[in-house]
């Protein structure tokens, strides 16, 4: 539980590994073998017997794909990603690739394969929609996809594999899930008899989660359950779950509803809906390829989003309360750091993870806080530039005067999920630092001052955050923005702003605004707030209503890394008025002390 900072990496195993790997893949009579990321259920953080691709390569970051082929090898990885794997990766072993453009992984395995040979993959672990683009690309090529029924890193790892986690769950009580779970099943039938579906396979463990107003401890920081879900359209659903999970309370919760199942009877009962020829929804983005193959091929399936996501994504009344009371209670603990860090770091004695576990010190003083939400992100002078580093006590390093320090976290409460990240001056900034701070902020007040009609997508407004720097020839290498969970996910679809963002924005969805900068070898400097979608209300003068975002996070941005004069008028008014709300809401929270450093850090720019 919580953030640990021991070394972890497997780079020096990695020769030895993979010298494994094609041992095994010698004996399958495989040419090349796919080391995905995901684990059976898609997610973007798995539980530690799940880190394959960490334990095979050195590679920790939560997303990313390595091939092993005969005689060479690749890890593929997007932009968050690139700087980290090239630290954590045996580079002479493992080359380091990008997964943009999309073809590239399928490039890479026809120009290293031949034809008539043959990869391999685990079909538990990579989806429906993933194994038929690379199928058809590969396809033309003469080189055939073969899936492996026993994981042949599984294999390798052996008895030091960690176990399968079996943490019991919890309820999430209507006081803070606002809807019960009858209703959410309800609606979930609701939109099978519309789409005319006989029944839906759930596999991502936060939409159980939602629907079945559970919570768990099986994947750190992120508070779900390992099941799967059968919902018919008709009768109770299914909740395939270790028993042992379930105590007396859980139990009755449960089977007031639904109908348990271990999760080994899961294939009979696929392979029941697959004999009664029934119309079964799969989400082939989200849906592991085993699945589509239980069901009898990929043509029998009726494909479909996953119903929850939309359902969950958008945040009622209760969960939308519980947001700014959690909120409100996390910007007081940010905002007593923000100040400790101030009196502390310029003596050169704080070094990061000091800082990573003074945060959470703050946040535990609450007294409410069950888990953070991710591994804090906490990068001093050029870690800073990694975009998701985590810090460990090989990489540890002091807070330097003239640097700047990048701190980025979360928190699971019961009443909600948070993510903030805030950029601090240690000393006096650069020129440099204070210009591109101010662009990145421009970013962040266009994202949320934003006003934009139904129908708007994030892949619309993502430009509003990068306008400023690209006049500059600058931009940053990750969405601007990413769904939220109610204490679940801190990383929930369907919603983002960002390339990827076709989902259209509905109110009551909530989701971050972080535009960034980094100079690799430099720094990092990145702004973030959780903003919830408004409800559409009419502008003075037009003739289409107008949804917009209100600002749930509360906590100071540092004022000496602004260069006042890159603001326009409307941009110091935001500024100042949501610095005037911060010092307002959070001041009665803090002590004395903290509250005379709160006033010096919301004064007015």
Same mark, same amino acid.
């Given at each position: 539980?919580?953030?640990?900072?021991?070394?972890?990496?497997?780079?020096?195993?990695?020769?030895?590994?993979?010298?494994?790997?094609?041992?095994?893949?010698?004996?399958?009579?495989?040419?090349?073998?796919?080391?995905?990321?995901?684990?059976?259920?898609?997610?973007?953080?798995?539980?530690?017997?799940?880190?394959?691709?960490?334990?095979?390569?050195?590679?920790?970051?939560?997303?990313?794909?390595?091939?092993?082929?005969?005689?060479?090898?690749?890890?593929?990885?997007?932009?968050?990603?690139?700087?980290?794997?090239?630290?954590?990766?045996?580079?002479?072993?493992?080359?380091?690739?990008?997964?943009?453009?999309?073809?590239?992984?399928?490039?890479?395995?026809?120009?290293?394969?031949?034809?008539?040979?043959?990869?391999?993959?685990?079909?538990?672990?990579?989806?429906?929609?993933?194994?038929?683009?690379?199928?058809?690309?590969?396809?033309?090529?003469?080189?055939?996809?073969?899936?492996?029924?026993?994981?042949?890193?599984?294999?390798?790892?052996?008895?030091?594999?960690?176990?399968?986690?079996?943490?019991?769950?919890?309820?999430?009580?209507?006081?803070?899930?606002?809807?019960?779970?009858?209703?959410?099943?309800?609606?979930?039938?609701?939109?099978?008899?519309?789409?005319?579906?006989?029944?839906?396979?759930?596999?991502?463990?936060?939409?159980?989660?939602?629907?079945?107003?559970?919570?768990?401890?099986?994947?750190?920081?992120?508070?779900?359950?390992?099941?799967?879900?059968?919902?018919?359209?008709?009768?109770?659903?299914?909740?395939?779950?270790?028993?042992?999970?379930?105590?007396?309370?859980?139990?009755?919760?449960?089977?007031?509803?639904?109908?348990?199942?271990?999760?080994?009877?899961?294939?009979?009962?696929?392979?029941?809906?697959?004999?009664?020829?029934?119309?079964?929804?799969?989400?082939?983005?989200?849906?592991?390829?085993?699945?589509?193959?239980?069901?009898?091929?990929?043509?029998?399936?009726?494909?479909?989003?996953?119903?929850?996501?939309?359902?969950?994504?958008?945040?009622?009344?209760?969960?939308?309360?519980?947001?700014?009371?959690?909120?409100?209670?996390?910007?007081?603990?940010?905002?007593?750091?923000?100040?400790?860090?101030?009196?502390?770091?310029?003596?050169?004695?704080?070094?990061?993870?000091?800082?990573?576990?003074?945060?959470?010190?703050?946040?535990?003083?609450?007294?409410?806080?069950?888990?953070?939400?991710?591994?804090?992100?906490?990068?001093?002078?050029?870690?800073?530039?990694?975009?998701?580093?985590?810090?460990?006590?090989?990489?540890?390093?002091?807070?330097?005067?003239?640097?700047?320090?990048?701190?980025?976290?979360?928190?699971?409460?019961?009443?909600?999920?948070?993510?903030?990240?805030?950029?601090?001056?240690? +000393?006096?900034?650069?020129?440099?630092?204070? &210009?591109? @701070? %101010? =662009?990145?902020?421009?970013?962040?007040?266009? #994202? /949320?001052?934003?006003?934009?009609?139904?129908?708007?997508?994030?892949?619309?407004?993502?430009?509003?955050?990068?306008?400023?720097?690209?006049?500059?020839?600058?931009?940053?290498?990750?969405?601007?923005?990413?769904?939220?969970?109610?204490?679940?996910?801190?990383?929930?679809?369907?919603?983002?702003?960002?390339?990827?963002?076709?989902?259209?924005?509905?109110?009551?969805?909530?989701?971050?605004?972080?535009?960034?900068?980094?100079?690799?070898?430099?720094?990092?400097?990145?702004?973030?707030?959780?903003?919830?979608?408004?409800?559409?209300?009419?502008?003075?003068? +037009?003739?289409?209503?107008?949804?917009?975002? &209100?600002? @749930? %996070? =509360?906590?100071?941005?540092?004022?000496?890394? #602004? /260069?006042?004069?890159?603001?326009?008028?409307?941009?110091?008014?935001?500024?100042?008025?949501?610095?005037?709300?911060?010092?307002?809401?959070?001041?009665?929270?803090?002590?004395?002390?903290?509250?005379?450093?709160?006033?010096?850090?919301?004064?007015?720019?």
């Amino acid at each position: 539980m919580f953030q640990t900072f021991e070394v972890t990496s497997q780079r020096e195993a990695t020769p030895e590994r993979v010298k494994g790997l094609r041992k095994r893949m010698a004996q399958a009579k495989l040419d090349a073998y796919l080391v995905p990321r995901a684990d059976a259920h898609q997610g973007e953080y798995v539980p530690p017997c799940a880190a394959r691709l960490e334990w095979l390569t050195g590679f920790s970051g939560s997303a990313g794909l390595a091939i092993i082929a005969k005689k060479a090898a690749a890890l593929f990885v997007d932009g968050r990603y690139t700087v980290q794997a090239r630290s954590e990766v045996d580079t002479d072993i493992i080359e380091i690739a990008s997964v943009a453009p999309q073809g590239r992984i399928a490039d890479w395995l026809t120009a290293t394969l031949k034809r008539g040979q043959t990869v391999g993959f685990d079909p538990r672990l990579h989806t429906v929609a993933e194994i038929e683009r690379l199928q058809n690309s590969l396809a033309a090529k003469g080189i055939k996809l073969r899936p492996v029924s026993r994981n042949l890193v599984d294999r390798l790892w052996g008895r030091a594999r960690p176990p399968e986690p079996t943490t019991p769950i919890s309820i999430q009580t209507l006081k803070f899930a606002g809807r019960s779970a009858q209703d959410k099943i309800a609606d979930i039938q609701q939109c099978l008899k519309t789409d005319g579906h006989d029944a839906v396979v759930l596999t991502m463990t936060d939409s159980i989660a939602w629907a079945f107003n559970i919570r768990g401890a099986d994947i750190p920081h992120t508070p779900v359950a390992l099941a799967f879900a059968i919902v018919p359209q008709r009768g109770k659903p299914e909740l395939f779950i270790a028993p042992e999970k379930l105590d007396a309370n859980a139990r009755a919760h449960l089977v007031a509803f639904a109908k348990l199942y271990p999760p080994a009877a899961l294939a009979e009962r696929i392979s029941t809906l697959r004999k009664a020829n029934k119309s079964v929804r799969l989400d082939p983005t989200q849906a592991s390829w085993w699945f589509a193959r239980a069901l009898g091929g990929t043509r029998r399936i009726a494909r479909a989003k996953d119903p929850c996501l939309a359902l969950k994504a958008v945040k009622n009344s209760v969960e939308i309360k519980g947001a700014r009371a959690a909120h409100l209670r996390d910007g007081a603990a940010v905002t007593k750091f923000l100040a400790w860090l101030d009196d502390n770091a310029a003596s050169g004695s704080v070094d990061e993870i000091e800082a990573v576990r003074q945060l959470e010190s703050f946040r535990r003083e609450t007294n409410q806080l069950r888990e953070i939400s991710f591994d804090t992100i906490a990068g001093s002078g050029h870690n800073g530039a990694i975009v998701h580093y985590r810090v460990n006590e090989a990489t540890n390093r002091k807070l330097k005067t003239g640097e700047l320090f990048l701190i980025d976290s979360g928190a699971q409460y019961l009443d909600g999920t948070t993510d903030i990240t805030r950029t601090v001056a240690i +000393g006096k900034p650069t020129p440099e630092m204070r &210009e591109r @701070f %101010t =662009l990145v902020l421009k970013g962040h007040i266009a #994202i /949320a001052t934003a006003r934009f009609p139904k129908g708007t997508r994030g892949i619309d407004l993502d430009p509003f955050a990068r306008r400023a720097l690209w006049a500059h020839g600058l931009d940053y290498d990750h969405g601007t923005g990413h769904g939220i969970g109610s204490y679940l996910s801190v990383h929930e679809g369907p919603q983002s702003i960002s390339r990827a963002g076709v989902a259209a924005l509905e109110p009551g969805m909530i989701c971050s605004n972080e535009p960034g900068y980094y100079k690799e070898g430099a720094y990092g400097i990145r702004i973030e707030n959780l903003v919830l979608v408004t409800p559409p209300e009419p502008i003075t003068g +037009g003739d289409r209503d107008m949804m917009g975002f &209100e600002t @749930f %996070t =509360l906590a100071p941005i540092d004022r000496r890394l #602004i /260069a006042k004069d890159l603001l326009s008028t409307a941009e110091i008014a935001w500024l100042n008025a949501y610095h005037a709300r911060v010092a307002d809401e959070i001041g009665p929270e803090i002590d004395q002390k903290t509250r005379t450093w709160l006033v010096a850090a919301t004064a007015p720019v």
